[in-house]
């Protein structure tokens, strides 16, 4: 297993962590596949694959309850990376950046997480409503207290969610990063980065690897596309947010498939090489402080997942990814 270091202090982490979301949050009903999703954490640390990546919002609570059952055994093998500031309600989310709330989903997510300190807290999203220099502040004020190692913000495009264009950029995320960066450091930024979505390449990553701030790549597998593993109009689960997003209708996941090939031919000249482990191989050769963090469910793909970081690429493989067609989506 590669390490990459991080930000402030040097933290030191497996270039492949595990993206907690989808065991509780966004792709299954919560709490339907517990013990499956048991098994990928552990399979998970025993590749090296140290930073699992959660948020108070996913369930919302229990993916770290999840967590916090592997943490009480092995919380040494492990880089605990939580989030705050959004909170769900019965039919919306919203942003809360309010200092007192900050403090209160710290100390709330260490008792779950079972643990006394949280490696790396992040900034799910700035509250309009409230000066982001206030919110990091408070979140600094937990560093200082002990309960916190590490600070992070979630990057996300003007149009507020993942696969936006580059067209429409991180202004106003870089915007953030930067009045932060006055109140206190930046270790890590996490936003989406993958083959078939690459908008973070044109500023962002940039702005990372210049102040030597690790890249957390969110959504590295396309949300499962990338992995080949997905069928044109096979359906999901009436829970999972593919059902209705505009990459994942029959036409579009049909029209992506030039994508999956040609993962395929880089994978075929690699014995033993998957879709999805030279998609991950491609993006921890963006750049020393890249770290991907594809999610799972299953133990099987956790453990496919960790052997990316064992993949080395050749210039020719780098090369035929670059020049495969963006992906569409169904409004384009």
């Known amino acids: ?27 299954t009903t919560p709490g339907r596949h517990g013990d499956a999703a048991l098994r990928a954490v552990h399979a998970a640390l025993d590749e090296g694959c140290s930073l699992l990546d959660t948020a108070d919002m996913y369930g919302p ?14 919380r040494a093998d492990a880089f605990v990376a939580a989030k705050c500031g959004l909170v769900v309600g019965e039919q919306h989310i919203v942003a809360n950046g309010r200092p007192e709330y900050v403090r209160r989903a710290c100390d709330a997510s260490l008792r779950r997480l079972r643990t006394d300190v949280i490696d790396l807290y992040q900034l799910h999203r700035v509250d309009p409503e409230v000066p982001v220099e206030e919110t990091w502040g408070a979140m600094a004020e937990l560093v200082r207290a002990g309960k916190v190692r590490a600070l992070g913000l979630c990057a996300v495009t003007a149009r507020g969610g993942p696969g936006a264009s580059a067209a429409q950029g991180y ?35 940039p702005w990372c690897e210049t102040r030597g701030i690790g890249f957390l790549a969110a959504m590295p597998l396309g949300s499962g596309f990338l992995t080949g593993t997905l069928v044109p109009g096979g359906g999901f689960e009436p829970a999972d947010l593919r059902a209705r997003h505009p990459r994942f209708t029959a036409e579009m996941m049909a029209a992506n498939q030039p994508v999956v090939a040609g993962l ?55 090369a035929e990814i670059e020049a495969l067609p963006p992906a569409r989506e169904s409004w384009e």
């Open 61 to 74: 609570f229990t993916n770290e309850l999840l967590l916090g059952r592997v943490l009480k055994e092995r």
């Open 171 to 205: 202004g106003p995320a870089l915007g953030a990063l930067s009045r932060v960066q006055q109140v206190f450091p930046v270790s890590a930024v996490q936003a989406e980065l993958s083959v078939w979505s690459t908008a973070a390449r044109a500023e962002l990553l």
């Open 264 to 318: 395929r031919r880089v994978a075929a000249r690699h014995a033993g090489a998957t879709p999805a482990q030279v998609a991950l191989a491609w993006l921890l050769a963006q750049g020393p402080g890249v770290i991907a963090l594809p999610g799972t469910r299953r133990e099987h793909w956790a453990r496919e997942n960790a052997g990316a970081a064992g993949l080395d690429l050749t210039e020719e493989d780098l």
């Open 1 to 27: 297993m590669r390490y990459r270091t991080m930000g402030a202090g040097a933290l030191r982490v497996g270039a492949v962590g595990l993206g907690c979301m989808p065991m509780s949050w966004g792709y």
